[in-house]
């Protein structure tokens, strides 16, 4: 589950700075990842790739998963 955001992140930034959809991964989510480069700065998409990875490592951890997930889900209305 982690690993498909975390990849959507990846292509958001990777197309708000080339602007080349060659270089997605998803290029089934095109029309999602063009319209997310143009809300999220940089900034924001660090942020929401530091949330996440920071919950995927509590989970990891065996950190109970639903109020992970509550934590996740509001932290990232933050952002």
């Known amino acids: 589950m982690f690993d498909i955001i975390i990849s959507l992140i990846r292509d958001i930034s990777v197309f708000k700075n080339?602007?080349?959809?060659?270089?997605?991964?998803?290029?089934?989510?095109?029309?999602?990842?063009?319209?997310?480069?143009?809300?999220?700065?940089n900034e924001k998409l660090n942020r929401l790739l530091e949330i996440i990875l920071n919950t995927k490592g509590n989970i990891d951890k065996n950190a109970n998963f639903q109020m992970a997930i509550t934590s996740l889900l509001l932290s990232m209305q933050e952002v």
């Open 18 to 41: 080339t602007l080349k959809e060659t270089h997605c991964l998803n290029i089934d989510k095109i029309d999602l990842i063009r319209n997310l480069s143009e809300v999220l700065s």
